[in-house]
Structure formats: C-alpha cells, structure tokens
C-alpha cells in the first residue's frame, strides 16, 4: 500500500527528469508564472494560518517548500 | 468539597508543540519574492505590509484567536528582510483522554490546584485552558552568486510555560534558464516546556481529592517527576521545483524530521476500564516515546487557465510510531473583475485528510492487562479523517491595497482504530466528531 | 476510505500528465498559424530602428511588464539615453509582453524616453538567445555587439556606464 502512493507520487518525476529536455519555457515567456496566485507559496499568511492550526489538531506537519518559479528575473 | 477553581494560567496541548514554525519558517523563506512586480516597485528599497486575524472556534470546545502582522522590505540588490511578529490567544475545552462514563465522574486539573466534573454521557473535556503567545520571526534571503539564492532566520515564541527557539538556513539554485530549481534547507528547535503543576510520572495514576485538603500538595507532587523539561527538532528539507509550461509549474519535496525529548502530553490521561462492565477504575497519565522520526512527500502543481488558477498538493507522510497520512489540498483561484470590487476574486478550497493511528495509541486500558512501552489516547494521534471546505474573497482597495476575507468549515472525525468496546463503552460515543469554523481577515499595504 | 484516496491520487496525476502534453501540441499549432505575420513586424521594426542609429553605440534592452528588475532599470535608462545622447549614444528597447495592454499600462506609470519595439511572439528575444530577464546588449559603432548582460542590478550600474563610455571613446 505504502509502495503503491509512492510509485504515483514519483511517477510524474520520473516522466518530468526524462522529459526534462522538453520541459519549461524561455525567460520572456514567464508572464504567467510571474503573477503572485502562480506562486507555489501564495498567500504565506493563510499557510502560516492554516499550518498552525493543523499543527495543533493533526499528526503531520510541514514537508512544504520554497524556491523556484515566479519570473525568473536577475 | 470539591471546588471549581479556574486558573488562567492552564494550558492547553494545541500550542505545546510549536515546532510547527518548521514549516512556517520554510516556507516564508520567500525566495523567489523578489520578482514579483508590486506598485510602488520604482523605488530602490521597498516596504510591504500584511496583517491579519484568525478566529478558530469548535463547537463546544477550544476557540483561538491569532494576529499576524508582517513587514518585508527589499534591497535595492534583491535581498530581502523579513519580519513578522505572531499572538495568538487561546481559551476553551480540550479532550483529556479519558472516556465517557454512563456516570458522573470527576478530575483534577493539570495544576493540582482544583478539580472539574463531567456529566454523565459526556466525552471528559478539561476547560481550563487559556492562554496567549507571542512569536517573532526574523528572516534574511538574498542572493549569493548568479542562479544562488541563501536564506536563513531566526524564530522566538514564548507562553507563559512555553519557550521555542529556532534558526534556519536554505540554500536554492536555479538551472535550465531557472526552469529547474534545486533546494535545500534545514531548521533546528530547541524547545523548554515549564508546565502548570509540572510533569508528571508517566503512567501514574490522575489524583482526585480534595486540593484544599492539608495532605493534598504533598500527594500531588509524588505524582510530578520533575518542573520542566525539553525537546530539540531538526528537519531537514529537499525540493525540485520544475516550470512544465508558461501554465504550469510543479515543485516535489523531501522532509526528513528528528524530535526527541519530552514529546509526552503532561496533561492526556488514559482511562483503565474493567474488561467487562467498560467502566473505569482509573485515569493514568500517559506516555509517549522520546523520539520521533517522520518522513515526508510532497508534491505541488499549479495551473493557470485562461484567468483561473488551480493549486493542487498532496503530502504522504510516514514515521517511527507507525502513523501514515494522507493530505490532498486544493484551492482554485477564480477572478471576478471589477463589478464585485477592484481586481476581485473568490477562491474555494478543499482539503482532505487521513491518519493511521500510532503504534501506541489506545484510546482506552483494560485493567488487569500489562501495561505497555507507551500509550496515549490524545485522538489527535489516532486514527482520524478530516476535511475543510471554505472560499475566500479578496479585492483591491485603498490605491492598491489587498483586502481578504475567508471562511472555513473544519470537520475531524475520530476513527476506531479497531478497539473492541467492553460493557458501558459501548454506549458513549469514544470518537466524538468535531466541527470548527475558522475566520480571517488579511490586509496588505 | 484510502482505496479512494488512491484513486482520486491517480487521477490527480494522472489529469495534469494529460494538461502537460495536450498543452504542449496545442502551442506548437497556434505559433505556427501566426509565424509569417509576426516575423516581418518586430524583426524588421528593429532593423529599422538600428539603421537611423547607424554610427551610434546602442543599448539594446529587453524587458516585459511582469518583470520587477526592468521597472527599477527605466529610470536608469532614461537617463542614460539623456546623458550619452550627444555622444552618439542610444537606448532601443524591445518589450516582450504577450498582452500589449500591459505593456502600455507599464509605460503610463513608467514613461520611456526611448523606442520601444514590440515582440509579443519573442522572435526578436529568441534570435538573440536571451538567457534571462531583462536582459541587455552593449551594440559598438561598428554594429557589432560587445556586451551583453543577463538581469539588471543596481550595484552594476557603474559597470554598465564604464562599458558605455569604453564603446563610446572608440570612434
């Protein structure tokens, strides 16, 4: 059971590191992703929020990131 | 006579374990913030201002209110200093552990100082728990040569029997015309837990008297092993982030976590009920193992449609005391235009939730049988299923300024773990549901 | 309850490996109905351009609305165009967005005392081999590039005016 969540979890991986040749786009062309509801932390004060109260009611916590995305620039 | 003596300075588990900075630390990090093109951006320095309100209430039990307030500035060379400064307030009734009886029963509170009764059918809450926090982060990003970006910070939070210190550190690079991102990044807690009535020995039996009585102090301090007590955490964290497209990017993460210490709840107690009739003989304090290891997975997309956007994530998480767990979060961002306030939008969320229970968790003994390593009732570490629903609603006001507002519907419910029911626990409810409503207001300027 | 879970997880996945491929054929159509059209504007708009500055050392910027390092070089830029300019100095840009809405707004909040060449489709950008946002190239006399930055930093400006002034000097 455990084996199979992680073979889907990796398998978009495994075809992105494959694909990864293909994959991404040219420095002008992040118009979209330079928007702040792109960002893969938007809006850090509602997961703050939200994290804690989890934190407090749930068994798991954190294993989000940060880095990369937005527009790329210097 | 028992005497109902409500002390303000009780507390509560939910803010015991503060390491959940963690993750808030790491993920304020803000490392690709800098780009973001904001109005006033003309100027070399910048100042951005949030703050926001949190009220999280269960029907009949815990309620909290939290205050944020953050300021971050960026440098004329894309660093970037962050500042936030955190209270949050608690009061309300927590679960104790112990089991309804069909019968009136009584404890004392976590200080000794006072005892509480429980009607009969009623699932025991303890409701002396108040309290406020305050917590400050510090943060320091900037980048450190080209497609290399450091940060690293600092975290103090303080209740009246809590202190929480913490630093952090991560490191990002950016390949592949920054399409690919690398990171890594670590935190390091160290956490003192001073609780009211002290800690107690573990699996030592909960005394009920008289606490004005003369031999009481005396009684209860041979329960306490001691006043105070620590734990340290250090998580480790690895991330790959990959744009897929100009509508697409997706990051996929790695959590490696350590605690050990006191990770024992002083104020859970777990019910020894007869084998037969299920009515209970006595309440012990409960005991956790001193370390944990957890494991994480975590995977994000987010996809922007013609003017939608939808954040999709899940979290498999997995450690040593044997709970695995399952988190799917999403959120769809849908843009309203100006007819419902400037730059307008609503935004729905859902997220689901599944936990296996621990290794130790019973939420009940049977007297007479040995007692194991470890156990715990706190439901919080037993087999559960929740889910939030809730939508957000946000507009420009103010020359610019963000303006939000968001309600949420949060429902945990208990599971059975596979425990059978003796005698009268078949006739209480063991895994009562809880329903919370979580309210907030942002404004960023 | 988990059997569902992993389903809906398989789905999930499996919905944004189908998004990532159907979007991937859909661009390549679309790019290639509009090729003819766009090729003859921007690149020959920039052509144009650099013929009346033919003789002039020229800064030749790319940027787009949506990216905040190009909002702080404007100022830098306007004043570089005003200060170099009887030197025989000049500052093309080439703006990069897709929407050229945004690009207008852009320009009323921050007005450029230069040309701006449009290239919503990037054909300009991709000739050069732009690497980054903003990015810039120092153009010599001769009509040859002899600089080129990737990203705009504060802290380089003198660098940038030391290599103007260096191109400017050979006559």
Known sequence: ?74 | MKTKTKTKTEKTNIKAALTLATAALLGTSNLAQANTVSTDSAQESTWEFDSAFLFYSEVDRVSAGEAIFNAKKTFANDEILNLKLTVDALTGASASGAVAQPEVQTFTRPSGKGQYDIAAGEVPLDDTFQDTRVQLNAQWTQPIAPNYTASGGVHISKEYDYLSLGINGNLAFDFDRKNSTFSAGFSFFQDTFTPEGGIPKPFSSMLIGDSSSPTWDNDFTETRIGSEDTKTTIDILLGFTQVINRRMITQFNYSYSMVDGYLTDPFKIISVVNGSTGLTQDNIYESRPDSRVKQSIYAQSLYHFDSTVLDVSYRYMWDDWEITSHTLDTRFRIPLGDSFGTESYIQPHFRFYQQSAAEFYQPFLIDGDALPTYASADYRIGEMTTFTVGLKYGLLVNNGHDLSFRLEYYRQTPTDAGFDEPGALQEVDLYPTIDAIIAQITYSF | MQHLLKQLSFFVFSLFIIIIFSNNAYAQEKAQEKIEHEKISSQVALVQELDKHKGEVVYLDFWASWCGPCRKSFPWMNKIELEYKKQGFSVISVNLDTDKDLATKFLNEMPASFPVIYDPKGKIAKHFKIQGMPSSMLIGRDGKIKFRHTGFFTKKISLYQLEIQQLLAIK
Do not use: Q
């Open chain 1, 1 to 74: 059971m455990k084996k199979n969540i992680k073979l889907v979890l990796f398998i978009p991986l495994i075809i992105g590191a494959t694909g990864c040749a293909n994959l991404g786009v040219e420095p002008w062309e992040r118009d979209l992703l330079a928007k702040d509801e792109m960002s893969l932390n938007a809006s850090p004060i509602d997961v703050a929020l939200d994290d804690h109260i989890y934190f407090s009611k749930e068994a798991s916590s954190g294993g989000k990131g940060f880095g990369g995305g937005g527009c790329g620039c210097n």
